[in-house]
């Protein structure tokens, strides 16, 4: 069974930085693929990154692109998302997620479909 282990989350004001990390351990395949999702109070969860597989290919959504860049380092099995120039609207839980196999074929990169295991979420908060 895969396991998931997150960092980073915090408070900072608005225009600030964070970086999130993920480490995930317990799956030996490497036909994998990583994201990362966001819910935010009285919200449902949606999808901020994700790779194609193993960083071949990425997306965002579109209120994040330009500020938050999604990276892999595979030696050390762990994703990270670099957030900058965060505003109060980005306050949320955080959720890393690993797909398996067949599900890294879904097309919609942010969808949550794609992902199996999903770790226990880090609070971000961005005050004004």
């Known amino acids: 069974q895969v396991q998931l282990v997150e960092s980073g989350g915090g408070s900072v004001q608005g225009g600030g930085s964070l970086k999130l990390s993920c480490a995930a351990s317990g799956y030996t395949d490497n036909n994998y693929c990583m994201g990362w999702f966001r819910q935010a109070p009285g919200k449902e969860r949606e999808g901020v990154a994700g790779?194609?597989?193993?960083?071949?290919?990425?997306d965002y959504a579109d209120s994040v692109k330009g500020r938050f860049t999604i990276s892999q380092d595979n030696a050390k099995n762990t994703v990270y998302l670099q957030m900058n120039s965060l505003k109060p609207e980005d306050t949320g839980i955080y959720y890393c997620?690993?797909?398996?196999?067949?599900?890294?074929?879904?097309?919609?990169?942010?969808?949550?479909?794609?992902?199996?295991?999903w770790g226990q979420g880090t609070q971000v908060t961005v005050s004004s």
């Open positions: 790779f194609y597989f193993r960083g071949t290919r990425t």
């Open positions: 997620a690993v797909g398996t196999f067949y599900r890294c074929y879904y097309p919609d990169l942010l969808g949550a479909m794609r992902y199996n295991y």
